[in-house]
């Protein structure tokens, strides 16, 4: 199944921490802050564990955590609506 895995994580370090686990596990950035992948169950697991450590942690005031995976269908994914163009990396940096 494919997942979309959007975050907003306030702390730049945390912040690049989890743009480079997704990254490792094969999910393609699509947003700055929005991963997109094809993950077997096994595969989604490894994930959510990665991504609960990575966010452990005292939080400082104000600070911003938050990560939501959610799931699609080839045929959701396929029906997505793009608007505007892919950045010099080739990848999309508007989706939906």
Known sequence: MIYLVIYDISDDSLRLKVSKFLKSKGLRRVQWSAFVGDLTTSQLRDVESGLTLIMKGKMKEG???NV???PLTE????QR???GV?????EENVLM
Not at 75 to 78: A, E, I, L, V
Not at 86 to 90: T, V
């Open 63 to 65: 600070e911003r955590r």
């Open 68 to 70: 939501q995976i959610y």
């Open 75 to 78: 045929r959701q994914f396929q």
């Open 81 to 83: 609506i793009v608007i």
């Open 86 to 90: 892919l950045d010099e990396r080739g």
